[in-house]
């Protein structure tokens, strides 16, 4: 389907255009993945195709004086912008993870003698 052919049709045409396009590309969906298809190129052009008429619908709303989509975005000082937190040491976050078991905790740790020489 050609553009200049799309952009001759009214806005009813377009909608039912695209649901015709959206049910063939369903269909072709399960064709693939059954393994009937046979026209594999056509997956493409239908895709294609939807897209062409989404974009001239979308045109056409635009010059008719419908409100576009509004994006919203926050834009942030660095002087408001809280800190990020500080990844804890990888012994410090093991240590958390791992309960210890009763006779560890109570345990004393040895201490450490002097070798002779």
């Known amino acids: 389907m050609r553009a200049a052919q799309v952009r001759g049709m009214t806005a ?4 039912d255009e695209l649901l015709k ?8 969906r399960f064709q693939a993945a059954s393994g009937q298809l046979e026209n594999t190129a056509r997956v493409r052009q239908v895709r294609r195709d ?6 001239i619908a979308r045109e ?12 919203k975005v926050k834009v942030e000082s660095k002087a408001k912008a809280e ?19 009763a006779a560890k905790a ?3 740790p ?8």
């Open 12 to 15: 009813d045409q377009l909608n």
């Open 21 to 28: 396009l959206k049910k063939e590309q369903f269909n072709l």
């Open 50 to 55: 939807i897209a062409r008429i989404q974009t």
């Open 60 to 71: 056409g709303a635009a010059a008719e004086g419908a409100p576009k989509r509004e994006t």
């Open 83 to 101: 800190p990020k937190a500080k990844a804890e040491p990888k012994a410090k976050a093991e240590a958390k993870a791992k309960p210890k078991t």
């Open 106 to 108: 109570k345990a004393k």
């Open 110 to 117: 040895k201490a450490k003698t002097k070798a002779k020489s």
